[in-house]
């Protein structure tokens, strides 16, 4: 372990434990992310163990898998209105992103595409790259869009829903059975890796779901993981998010992350119109409806969901669909965008 990773944690235990004196919600996700990005702006060179944050990942794919039930199956009919929307809702993402960043921030098209679209941020920053696009500039624009939406959700859904925040995400791993951490454990460990040696995105999250799911569906699995391995993904996940601004400047501050400010406006008012328009129809609760429709990070928000108690299945299943649909379909969208783009 080198220096900057002890400095890292030091730095992120200190916000932890800062947020839980203080009596904040969510200490083991706002505590780490605000220290890490204080930190990073005032140059602390922090750095993170990638196998030990995507092996931490494993624990959000597993929760989720563990949400899946046949009863899961037979409820994916009834949700096809609000998910027929996630399609036109990152189309919409798209062309807004493409104008806005083109128009105010003199982005090139690449880098104002990619920056744009609500996906997986290191498939966006791959496929930015491979078409020309500034990568540094697509980071930090996806960077801040995550780090505004995990900041503003908790407000919107304590302030209009009382979700209660301070909810422990499960039970306590002292009154799970050992069967049943040993088949987390499998599960989040072979899928992930599985996943990662077929070269399946998101391989971190999507693995363990996946056989997660199998087990849960096969009658194996009858619980989801316990409350301190949710709290270290949130800790893990927090980190990331603040180490992505390390080495920032201030002129990457005044324009990439000004530009990503203004960009969440945007983001904000556009899943407004569309959240709204669900409630007025009455096509789904209201709470899953922002968790499920928010262009967050796909971690971020099944971390929030967990711990606010939505419905997984609800919640999972729009941002599965999001993923894959911008995944599968950004390359091909931006050659009808612009058919100079060869990635």
């Known amino acids: 372990m080198r220096p900057s990773h002890l400095i890292t944690h030091l730095i992120s235990l200190t916000g932890v434990l800062a947020f839980l004196w203080l009596h904040i919600p969510l200490p083991w996700l706002f505590g780490p992310m605000f220290a890490c990005l204080l930190a990073a702006l005032f140059g602390v060179k922090l750095s993170v163990i990638k196998p030990l944050s995507e092996g931490m990942r494993t624990i959000l794919g597993v929760a989720v898998g563990a949400s899946v039930t046949t009863a899961f199956f037979v409820a994916l009919p009834g949700i096809w209105d609000t998910l027929i929307l996630i399609p036109f809702m990152v ?10 960043f083109q128009r105010f921030a003199g982005y090139d098209f690449a880098t104002s595409y990619y920056a744009s679209m609500p996906g997986g941020l290191q498939d966006m920053i791959a496929f930015g790259e491979e078409a020309g696009g500034n990568v540094r500039a697509i980071s930090l624009i996806h960077a801040t869009r995550v780090l505004v939406i995990v900041v503003i959700l908790p407000l919107i859904l304590t302030q209009f829903w009382d979700a209660n925040l301070d909810t ?3 039970a306590s791993v002292t009154t799970f059975e050992l069967d049943q951490i040993a088949i987390l454990t499998i599960c989040g460990l072979a899928g992930w890796r599985i996943a990662k040696r077929i070269g399946m995105f998101g391989s ?11 087990a849960s569906l096969a009658g194996i699995l009858h619980t989801r993981p316990p409350a301190e391995a949710i709290w270290a993904a949130q ?12 080495g920032i400047t201030s002129k990457e501050l005044r324009h990439d992350v000004v530009a990503g400010l203004g960009f969440c406006v945007v983001l904000l008012v556009l899943t407004s119109v ?23 990070g796909q971690a971020e928000l099944v971390v929030l969901a967990l711990i606010v108690g939505a419905d997984m299945g609800f919640v999972v299943a729009h941002h599965l669909f999001r993923i894959f649909f911008v995944i599968l379909g950004a390359p091909v969208i931006a050659k009808l965008f612009d058919p100079k783009q060869t990635g």
């Open 168 to 170: 422990p995400p499960g």
């Open 91 to 100: 189309i919409g993402i798209g062309v807004m992103g493409v104008w806005y």
């Open 204 to 214: 971190s999250i999507l693995g363990p779901l996946i056989l997660t799911a199998i």
């Open 274 to 296: 569309v959240v709204l328009g669900v409630f007025a129809l009455d096509l789904a609760p209201p709470m899953e409806t922002i968790l499920s429709l928010a262009p967050g």
């Open 235 to 246: 800790y893990f996940i927090a980190i990331g998010i603040g180490a992505k601004y390390v």
